[in-house]
């Protein structure tokens, strides 16, 4: 029985591409103390699996750069030149992810 078995062949929908997210300057409110002004910034690119990847993990992600309080509300975008298209589902995130496929980097706002 041969049980070599390379990562591609266990996950056939394994596909990682890299991730860029933009946090527009906000303020933050948080539970507890003063609010506080957030410049804007991109934070540090990461490599994701585009088919294990929501929104809910992208959130945390960008919260380890940013803070907010429990009452603010986050809201993803997709980066396009004309037009601004909030991303509110699993599908949609993933959809971003696929027609951006050729380009291998994927361009969130926040």
Known sequence: MDFS???EEARPNH???NLVVRVQSFFSFPDEGPRAWWQ???VPTQTVDIHNYGPLQLVDFIGGYC??????RIT?????DSVSIEITSDE???E???LNLD???VRINV
């Open 5 to 7: 078995n390379n990562s």
């Open 15 to 17: 596909r990682d591409m």
């Open 76 to 80: 993803l975008w997709c980066d396009l």
């Open 67 to 72: 803070m907010w309080g429990s009452k603010q």
């Open 96 to 98: 971003w992810f696929q």
């Open 40 to 42: 804007g910034k991109t």
């Open 103 to 105: 380009k291998g980097v």
């Open 92 to 94: 949609q995130l993933l």
